[in-house]
């Protein structure tokens, strides 16, 4: 049962951040060149680096959105009738949920063995740290933009 908890919390924190990413295309061309602004200083990357590296980051970056895509069209609504869906029902869009994991962690783990022919294992950790940094500023302005009173109420 508490698995089953975990399972549901991650989805349910999964689902908000497709809606929270899901802005305006011109917002997001924005967003991602910061993102690409931040993460390139924070590596402090040759050029040479950056030339091999942005592609392999990119395609993963692609990857990853179509998941996060693929799993907002096939899981969010049904989540959100929950309440709605027979026991058997529930278990199969759990079930899809734990496949789309198991496909995220595979992308990840494609990702770290193209990146590592291009930057170090250093680098690799600095990266994982500078994409949760760049997530939780990304969060703190649009908190202090949209107000935090808007994310308490029911």
């Known amino acids: 049962m508490n ?9 349910v924190l999964l689902l908000a951040s497709v ?3 899901a802005q305006k295309p011109h917002d997001y061309d924005k967003i991602k060149s910061l993102k690409i602004a931040f993460i390139t200083e ?6 040479k680096e950056a030339q091999a590296f942005w592609p392999i980051y990119n395609d993963y970056e692609e990857k990853r959105g179509a998941l996060r895509e693929k799993e907002h ?9 929950s309440e709605k869906l027979s026991e058997k029902e529930a278990n199969a869009i759990i079930e899809l949920f734990l496949k789309l994991e198991q496909e995220e962690e595979d992308i ?8 590592a022919g291009v930057i170090t294992a250093k680098k690799t950790l600095l990266l994982i740290r500078s994409e949760e940094e760049f997530k939780r500023q990304l969060i703190k302005k649009y908190h202090q933009k949209h107000g935090e009173s808007k994310m308490n109420e029911p």
């Open 3 to 11: 698995r089953l908890k975990k399972i549901l919390v991650t989805m």
């Open 19 to 21: 809606q929270f990413y």
């Open 42 to 47: 924070r590596l402090n990357m040759s050029s």
């Open 73 to 81: 069209n096939q899981i969010r609504n049904k989540v959100k009738e």
């Open 108 to 115: 990840r783990k494609d990702f770290i063995k193209k990146s």
